[in-house]
């Protein structure tokens, strides 16, 4: 699968121990798989992120969206 660019905020949710969800300026929510560590101190904050959606969208246990592994996040 090829890489995306996202860009949104991230918000932390008290859903299966904790998420973090990229939430678009369209509404549209993903659930980022990555370091829980850069994920944690960017939560609140606008960013780009790059990485790949999971194969059929990827939904977890959360069932909080599609889920999108993230390479490189970057604060804007």
């Known amino acids: ?4 660019t996202l860009r949104g905020r991230i918000e932390r ?11 678009t300026s ?5 659930t980022l798989l990555g370091s829980a560590s850069e994920l944690s101190a960017a939560a ?3 960013v780009e992120v790059t990485g790949t959606l999971d194969a059929g969208g990827g939904i977890g246990f959360a069932m909080a969206g599609p889920q999108f592994r993230v390479r490189t996040l970057k604060k804007l």
């Open 1 to 4: 699968m090829s890489a995306r």
């Open 13 to 23: 949710r008290d859903l299966e121990g904790g998420i973090f969800q990229l939430v």
């Open 26 to 30: 369209g509404g549209e929510r993903y």
């Open 44 to 46: 609140g904050s606008e």
